[in-house]
């Protein structure tokens, strides 16, 4: 989505803030051909070295749940229901029904609603989803436009754009800054802007192009109206324009589209055209939408739209109205399948009365059209054109089928470091108590062809079914691991877990004197039997397992107060020194930056 100015160049300006931007060295040469090649051979090098780095970050559960905790530290969590409610269902109907596929590499998707009012939202290299409360109300919660914004989000992470820009990013920055050191009497500042430029276009705008068309599709193998994206890009425009009161969102519409600048979004017009173009495809060529209001069938007029709420939505309407012929075209094999029908009274039915024609039915009904729709459709279906364009579309069909197949292919035969990795991050997801991501991931898991630890598969299975509440099946899935093998320290520190889970805290303890056997240096063993003691009220041998804990993690961080002060006092006064200093700052970076967005609204 598109972000507010200040922030379109955050990651240029951040790359070429390491760059030396003061005079080129004394001795450089003009333009050395040598140091030119070198560049391309440097920046080649740190494309690969930077993209593995930012896919390793992408793949790693721990900053999936930072991030998501720094967005609602920064921007606050939604409080409104009906915000977050409509944004939950929009996004678990498109995870759930769109056709996709996740790399090997990739977490499964998680959102939250902010309490930010600017029109954006975001997808982290991570796949979290950043949704602004301010973009679910200027889209007046209508699922249709909202899941084309979100399939667009969800289109970022699938394809991996966050690291794949990053590490271009990089990699055109190290030459503009190699070209730089190569040449006499450079402006550097120029080639600053030079090179920030061509990241926003060459790096950042074709990724928003594939997110508009990837979220056209995901949206609508999810059932959602073909119509939504052309509708939420016209709302956008609209929004700000006229009705944003944050003069960074302010979007003139005077502006020349062909002036340059450094937006690394389309111009909205551009989508706008874009989204409709995917919509008519997919009505097999026949629906179409002329003056932001006229919906048309192979040419032919069926209906004006017009405004049916608060403020003007003349032009999403009409592309509502059209995006459910569109489906309806697609959808159905025949005319027959639209079920055109009357009733004794002479009223005239058709299709079915689901959410997503809602706006064609009310706008064939206010406008009498129901004798021309049946026209229209009877003659689209009858026109020799059709076939061939279902064939087109079929086959393009197909095509993105197959190459969601091949990704599903390539993560099962994914070599057994990524099955690893999957089985850490369940673990991890376990640890946050979110059940239902933890046995995704072990899904994947146990379908991978090399599953590197069948054991520890079970053993963490167990442990996620338990934190999901199937106690039985977690209890069998840990007895499973141990009977594999025995030898396992953390087979049994998971079976504890289990136990532990289901309120057999002697058993769990017995796994534990295990545990301890296997690998008495193990710092989690402690741990856990502390936790176990402290929740059945024995404080004393709670304090002395956290003290065993301690001096076999000196480092620890999670030991409570209550216990560290005794463990510890030297250790404990310093952490809590640190916490309040800690907290000081947080407090202070928080009053700074408000001063200054303050500050930004009154000078701009």
Known sequence: MKAPKKIRLTIAAALLATMPLGAAPAQAASLDPMMIGMSVIGGFLSYHGTLKEMLAIGNNVDYQISGLKQDMETNGEEKDEKNRAVVDAVLTRLTQHGEYALHVNSLPFLWRVNANDTFNASCYPTDYISVNRGLVRALHHDEDELAAVLGHEMTHGLRQHSAKNYAKAVAESYAGMAIGSAADNLDWQKLNAVVAYAIAKDVTLPSELEADEGGFYLMTTAGFNPGGGAAAMARMAYYLTYETQDISEYQDPFEDPDAPNYNDHPAMADRIKR???????????????????????????????????????????????????????????????????????????????????????????????????????????????????????????????????????????????????????????????????????MERAFAAKNPDNVAENYAIRGRARAVAGDYEAALADADHAVELDSANVYNFLNHADVRRMRGEREAALADLDRAQEIAADNPFTYKIRAEIFNEMGEKDKALAAYRDYWAKAPKARDIPDEYMKDVDAAAYEKMKKEREEAEKKKAEKAAKDKAAEETEKKTS
């Open 275 to 441: 989204l409709a173009g995917y919509m008519t495809t997919y009505s097999m060529n026949h629906v179409t939408v002329e003056n932001g209001k006229d919906v048309l069938i192979d040419g032919q007029l069926l209906l004006t739209a017009d405004w049916d709420a608060e403020y003007n939505n003349t032009t999403e309407n009409a592309y509502l109205i059209a995006g459910g012929i569109a489906k309806a075209l697609h959808d159905k094999a025949s005319f027959a399948d639209w079920n055109f029908r009357a009733d004794k009274h002479g009223r005239r039915f058709y299709l079915d009365d689901s959410r997503v024609y809602e706006k064609l039915k009310k706008f064939v009904s206010r406008s009498h059209a129901e004798t021309k729709l049946e026209e229209l459709v009877r003659a689209a279906y009858a026109n020799p054109k059709d076939k061939a364009a279902r064939e087109k579309v079929a086959a393009a069909e197909k095509k993105r089928s197959d190459a969601w197949q091949s990704i599903r292919s390539k993560a099962l035969d994914a070599k057994s470091d990524y099955v690893k990795q999957l089985r850490y991050n369940a673990d991890r997801y376990s640890d946050n108590g979110m059940a239902k991501e933890a046995l995704f991931l």
